[in-house]
């Protein structure tokens, strides 16, 4: 384990016990002063924003790894000469993460162990000297979050059996509920990237062609049958040449770190267009992504074994690293009528049948490179029980089964008015390491 994840870590900044953002995750964002300013990186501390573009022009984070201290969970090779950062590039006064997230992992890890030493006072610089204090660090309530990343190509998994037979089970029928092809690859596909919106953006219901089973023709309107799915998404950092695949041992380090996705989808549209090429407009309306991208280190100490692959993959997609990740998650639902957010889904990211390093792995597999900033989302994230299904089609089975809300309400599907947040954590001994949120409230379809 480095240290800059051990659970004994303390910062002298005051932290609540239940925050996401203890001294052991330190995660990256996008934020801009609400008194003014450009936007710039930093990274959330508890209640606190620290810029880490004040620190870039002190000196004391760079992404020549000048001034930081050393060590890495990802060995001692390094990224930097293939990407020739060896210079004092700016890469944090800047409007998305992507320059530092493409300086590779050493980097990233040295400006981790600085953040880290600056926060619990080992360097003391910052914890001894107020006017530094002022100047670098932000109450989050004094700042505005942004889209933390220019995203390059955006990839969607399926990556959930449990979520694969559900769906297939509610389009095609128990008997044809998974294709055969899924236990052998992780199926995705290509989505878009330049419709992807950061949390808190409000979400216009699309209009489309849908057709019932019973309609002897498509009509076209707004979508009535609006969806949330639950989802995990990976961000890449360090590139890969065209035509090199990357194997499973080495995707992590290619992976800058996590962000909790809502890939808004609208069932009416996608049941009537989805075959045989997949999804279109029943996807590329919106995606929403949380403000703050967790770093793959700030993860690994809770990797764990996912579930068992029965066939065995073909060796490219064999893992014998335990690469699934602990984290709870959870999707809360308030409608206009409603006077706080109900809970309606609890699951859990360790249940994906396909873990990250076999996705970069099968992505890359025919040549096909990755750009810092491609997003590759997990899929709907369901687990075995009824209220572990991440979207609303699995959770009131296409409509069938309507879930009871507070106050007497129900929903088949997602109405205009209601706001959707998810959430997500790992829980440590007496600390969580979480995603905060990804919140969207829809809008009435303009029709
Ligand atoms: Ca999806």
Same mark, same amino acid.
């Given at each position: 384990?480095?240290?800059? #994840?051990?659970?004994?870590?303390?910062?002298?900044? =005051?932290?609540?016990?239940? #925050?996401?953002?203890?001294?052991?995750?330190?995660?990256?964002?996008?934020?801009? +002063?609400?008194?003014?300013?450009?936007?710039?990186?930093?990274?959330?501390?508890?209640?606190?924003?620290?810029?880490?573009?004040?620190?870039?022009?002190? /000196?004391?984070?760079?992404?020549?790894? =000048?001034?930081?201290?050393?060590?890495?969970?990802?060995?001692?090779?390094?990224?930097?000469?293939?990407?020739?950062?060896?210079?004092?590039?700016?890469?944090?006064?800047?409007?998305?993460?992507?320059?530092?997230?493409?300086? /590779?992992?050493?980097?990233?890890?040295?400006?981790?162990? %600085?953040?880290?030493?600056?926060?619990?006072?080992?360097?003391?610089?910052?914890?001894?000297?107020?006017?530094?204090?002022?100047? %670098?660090?932000?109450?989050?309530?004094?700042?505005?979050?942004?889209?933390?990343?220019?995203?390059?190509?955006?990839?969607?998994?399926?990556?959930?059996?449990?979520?694969?037979?559900?769906?297939?089970?509610?389009?095609? /029928?128990?008997?044809?509920?998974?294709?055969?092809?899924?236990?052998?690859? +992780?199926?995705?596909?290509?989505?878009?990237?330049?419709?992807?919106?950061?949390?808190?953006?409000?979400?216009?219901?699309?209009?489309?062609?849908?057709?019932?089973?019973?309609?002897?023709?498509?009509?076209?309107?707004?979508?009535?049958?609006?969806?949330?799915?639950?989802?995990?998404?990976?961000?890449? /950092?360090?590139?890969?040449?065209?035509?090199?695949?990357?194997?499973?041992?080495?995707?992590?380090?290619?992976?800058?770190?996590?962000?909790?996705?809502?890939?808004?989808?609208?069932?009416?549209?996608?049941?009537?267009?989805?075959?045989?090429?997949?999804?279109?407009?029943?996807?590329?309306?919106?995606?929403?992504?949380?403000?703050?991208?967790?770093?793959?280190?700030?993860?690994?100490?809770?990797?764990?074994?996912?579930?068992?692959?029965?066939?065995?993959?073909?060796?490219?997609?064999?893992?014998?690293?335990?690469?699934?990740?602990?984290?709870?998650?959870?999707?809360?639902?308030?409608?206009?009528?409603?006077?706080?957010?109900?809970?309606?889904?609890? #699951?859990?990211?360790?249940?994906?049948?396909?873990?990250?390093?076999?996705?970069?792995?099968?992505?890359?597999?025919?040549?096909?490179?990755?750009?810092?900033?491609?997003?590759?989302?997990?899929?709907?994230?369901?687990?075995?029980?009824?209220?572990?299904?991440?979207?609303?089609?699995?959770?009131?089975?296409?409509?069938?089964?309507?879930?009871?809300?507070?106050?007497?309400?129900?929903?088949?599907?997602?109405?205009?008015?209601?706001?959707?947040?998810?959430?997500?954590?790992?829980?440590? =001994?007496?600390?969580?390491?979480?995603?905060?949120?990804?919140?969207?409230?829809?809008?009435?379809?303009?029709?």
């Amino acid at each position: 384990m480095s240290s800059t #994840t051990d659970p004994g870590l303390k910062t002298w900044i =005051k932290c609540g016990k239940d #925050t996401h953002f203890p001294i052991q995750n330190l995660p990256y964002g996008v934020f801009q +002063p609400k008194d003014g300013g450009s936007p710039r990186v930093g990274v959330a501390i508890g209640e606190y924003v620290l810029d880490l573009s004040d620190l870039e022009r002190r /000196g004391y984070v760079s992404a020549s790894g =000048k001034g930081a201290a050393s060590g890495s969970d990802f060995g001692a090779d390094s990224f930097m000469g293939v990407l020739g950062t060896g210079t004092d590039q700016v890469v944090f006064d800047r409007p998305s993460l992507n320059d530092f997230m493409a300086s /590779g992992p050493e980097v990233w890890s040295q400006t981790r162990q %600085a953040v880290s030493a600056l926060l619990t006072g080992d360097d003391p610089r910052l914890k001894e000297d107020r006017e530094f204090q002022a100047a %670098a660090l932000y109450r989050q309530e004094e700042v505005e979050l942004l889209l933390p990343v220019e995203v390059a190509d955006y990839t969607d998994f399926y990556s959930s059996k449990y979520h694969a037979v559900n769906v297939g089970t509610i389009m095609r /029928g128990a008997d044809n509920a998974l294709m055969p092809n899924y236990v052998h690859l +992780p199926i995705a596909y290509h989505g878009r990237a330049g419709s992807i919106v950061v949390s808190g953006t409000p979400v216009r219901r699309p209009m489309g062609q849908t057709k019932k089973d019973e309609d002897p023709a498509p009509g076209f309107g707004a979508s009535r049958l609006m969806d949330f799915e639950l989802e995990v998404g990976c961000l890449i /950092g360090a590139p890969s040449e065209q035509g090199s695949p990357v194997g499973v041992p080495e995707a992590p380090r290619h992976i800058f770190g996590m962000v909790l996705v809502n890939d808004w989808s609208a069932r009416d549209i996608q049941k009537w267009e989805y075959q045989p090429l997949g999804p279109f407009n029943a996807k590329n309306f919106a995606t929403s992504i949380s403000p703050w991208v967790v770093p793959l280190e700030a993860l690994l100490p809770f990797r764990c074994g996912g579930p068992k692959q029965d066939p065995e993959p073909l060796p490219y997609l064999r893992s014998t690293a335990p690469w699934a990740v602990d984290i709870n998650l959870e999707v809360w639902l308030q409608g206009q009528e409603m006077d706080q957010p109900h809970r309606i889904c609890s #699951t859990n990211y360790k249940h994906m049948y396909w873990n990250i390093c076999q996705q970069v792995a099968h992505h890359t597999v025919g040549g096909c490179n990755l750009r810092t900033g491609d997003l590759l989302a997990s899929g709907t994230v369901s687990g075995p029980e009824p209220d572990s299904y991440g979207s609303m089609l699995e959770l009131a089975w296409r409509g069938t089964k309507p879930l009871k809300l507070p106050g007497g309400g129900e929903r088949k599907f997602l109405e205009d008015g209601d706001t959707v947040i998810l959430t997500g954590w790992c829980q440590g =001994k007496g600390y969580r390491v979480g995603f905060g949120e990804c919140r969207g409230t829809v809008l009435p379809a303009r029709g």
